[in-house]
């Protein structure tokens, strides 16, 4: 068994990954796998004038219930040899095959701590109108035996939940277009999820094992984190987008944007960020009007999931001068003709129409002394911004 690519913790090995696991000869602190859900069933679908194709690829066609068994059983078996004793496993699926690999699971002798209900607000319409919509996907977590202890880092937990100890269910968007600049797998995964999924659960330094990686999102995250990765896959084409990916990190500004958005708490009260000149700023303040270019040009503001979160306006000049205030109401944004912004006083040039934010003038917010506004704003464009970045919440 060879080495399809080694770099700097990120070790990949091409084939199937029954036969690999079974010759890999060493142990493991955690396992994420995320493997074939057997939906697929190679037919594209009509309704309401939308297509739709359920084929993610051969590795996913649809099995007979015997099958799906057999290969979970045995793909669990071989994680579980080299599980190290106080280690965990994770697994997702949907309907199709979560009850398989929970069964499998129990079979075998781990212990499920949890079933984390994934839940995505910002799911697709599912197409078929006899069923509800499906939202959701179920991340098995088990333990390797049930009297070892393994970790959870429960504090870190609380923490990226407010305070509160989390729940089984999470929201979190599905993969955004931030996550696909190398190209893209039909099924990839998250970086938030897998954040969540890998400071849960593991400490710094550790080793974590996907035996269905793809597109090596597993990876990309646990290296960003520092623990050190190995991923199995089939297709070297998936690997090999892996690995763009991986180099696309080796580049530090790229790193440090990757692990910032992936970072990011879904849940973040958010603050829209705004370049103004001064005199603009200063008449925005005074009126507690801020206004902004809908669209998707220099100086414009893109409406992204995240509005609905908005809070605060927080305006700059060039990075500079940074003031920070409460809206009048969260989530909200007008839009409205030049002529109203005129009757104002403003002065707008470049549109007919305006996205506008009410900000309470009266309500500014302190911003913490060793934030620097302008490490965090490379552009003049408007962009949506956790508060967390300006208020110096740990
Ligand atoms: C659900 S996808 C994983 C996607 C991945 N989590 C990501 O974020 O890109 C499952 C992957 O398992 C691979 N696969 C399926 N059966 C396999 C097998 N027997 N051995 C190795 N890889 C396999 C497929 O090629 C596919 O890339």
Known sequence: MELYYNDNGFLLY???????????????????ADPPYFLSKGFTMRAKGRVKCFDKG?????????EINQFNMSWLSKCRNILKDNGTIWVSGTYHNISSVSNCLMELGYKIL?????????????????HFNFSAEYIIWARKYKDKRHFYNIELMKYINGGKRMSDVWNLPTTGLWEKTCGKHPTQKPLRLMYRIIMSSTQSGETILDPFAGSCTTGI??????RTFIGIDQD?????????RKTEISDVETANKIFRKMTENPSDVMVIVNHARKELKEKMIETGICYLRAGDSKG????????????????HTGGEDVRL??????????????????????????????????????????????????????????????????????
């Open 14 to 32: 091409h084939g199937d990954t029954v036969e690999i696991l079974e010759s890999l000869n060493r142990k493991v602190d955690m396992i994420f």
């Open 58 to 66: 051969n590795w996913d066609k649809a099995r007979p219930l015997e």
């Open 114 to 130: 949890n079933i984390i209900v994934w839940n995505k607000p910002d799911a697709p319409l599912t197409l078929s109108d006899s």
């Open 221 to 226: 995250a646990a290296n960003l984190l520092g």
């Open 236 to 244: 070297a084409r998936f690997l090999d987008l892996g690995i763009k």
């Open 300 to 315: 414009s503001l893109c409406v992204t999931p995240g509005f609905e979160r908005m809070q605060y306006v927080l305006l």
């Open 325 to 394: 205030f409460k809206l009048k109401k969260k989530g909200c944004f007008q839009i409205w003709a030049k002529e109203t912004l005129e009757k104002y006083g403003f002065n707008p040039e470049h549109a007919t129409y305006y996205v506008v934010i009410q900000f309470d003038n009266k309500d500014e917010m302190p911003l913490s002394k060793t934030v620097n506004i302008k490490e965090r704003i490379n552009t003049y464009r408007a962009r949506l911004r956790p508060l967390s970045d300006f208020v110096g919440i740990k």
